[in-house]
Every structure is written in C-alpha cells, then in structure tokens.
C-alpha cells in the first residue's frame, strides 16, 4: 500500500511540473458502469445517453483534484441543458471521505462512490482523470492529470456546436 502511495505521489508530481496530459482520443464505446451515489441511488452511464457526460475520477486527498473540483462545478453550470458532470470519489473510505468534502465544495453534480473495476476499465492510473463522452456514449477525450477549464470548455462547446454523434454502435464488452 505505501510504495502505491509513493509510486501515486510521484506520479502526481510529474504531472504538476510537467502540466496534465490531454489526449483526444479515438472515438471508442466508453465502458458502461453503474455506481452508487452518497445518497444510495444507482446512477448508469447509459441512462445519460443523449448527453455529453464528464466523468472525472477524483479522491479528497488528491490536491489537484481539489484545485480543479470548482472548474467542475463551474463547467457543469455552464452547460446544464449538454453537459452531465459525474465525479467518481476514489476514497477508500467512501461516503465518509467524500460527503464532508462535497460540502465543503458546494459540489452541485452527482458525486458517485468509485471501485477498481470502473477505474481499470477507465485505465485510470493516477488521480484526477477526466473522460469527455459524446451523445452516443463514445470516449472522445481524456485528460490525466486536472483539466485546463479554457480547454475543456472548448471541447465541449464544440461537441455541441457539432451536434454530432457517432452512429455506428460498438457494445463494449462491460456494457449493461
């Protein structure tokens, strides 16, 4: 657990000297998950479809995540009629870590209670990770590390602008 930890840390070091890396990605099926929120309902991928959904792995003692969480905030009130925010809390204590941290925040988007399994089929390595998805549930952008707010609002706009979605229908092998 500790050289984890070490190995986390370092990591996240990297990424604050070296700046985030942002990839658009080739459009891929984006896994389906169902989560629970803090407040014990389930939440799916798929019932957002029709959306530009962000799903944005994140932990309370993940400062970065912390620096980036009202960019969140602000994108998710940006774009309420396009955009679903849905924070992935990676805690291992869940509900109990995120709850006081989400109020802290003023969180206003679903805050879901995160497991291993999401997150390696995210192939999420290092916290914050943020995944951009289009209306037809295709991966169109990663960020590791915290987003640039001008960016991914950018993205977004785009995405919207375009009023595209992918029509061919790829099931992914998580899919519900």
């Known amino acids: 657990m500790m050289r984890a930890l ?3 840390g370092v990591l996240l070091a990297c ?3 070296f700046g985030a890396r942002t990839e658009a990605v080739a459009p891929l099926r984006a896994p389906a998950f169902t ?11 798929a019932q957002h479809r029709g959306k530009l959904v962000l799903v944005n792995f994140w932990a309370t003692w993940c400062v970065p995540c912390r620096t980036e969480m ?15 925010v849905l924070g992935v809390a990676m805690d291992e204590e869940g509900a109990k870590a995120a709850a006081p941290f989400v109020q802290r925040y003023a969180i206003s988007f679903p805050i879901l ?29 990663r960020v590791d590390g915290p987003i640039d707010l001008k960016s991914m609002r950018r993205r977004i706009q785009a995405l919207i602008d375009s009023k595209a979605t992918i029509v061919k229908r ?6 519900e």
């Open 113 to 141: 209670l995160g497991d291993n399994a999401v997150a390696d089929r995210y192939q999420v390595e290092a916290l914050p990770a943020s995944m951009l998805i289009d209306r037809g549930g295709m991966l169109v952008s």
């Open 15 to 17: 990424i604050a000297v």
């Open 6 to 8: 070490l190995a986390i």
């Open 35 to 45: 989560l629970t929120t803090l407040a014990g309902t389930k939440v799916s991928l």
């Open 70 to 84: 009202p960019w969140l905030v602000e994108l998710n009130q940006s774009f309420p009629r396009d955009l679903v």
């Open 170 to 175: 790829e099931q992914s092998p998580y899919e």
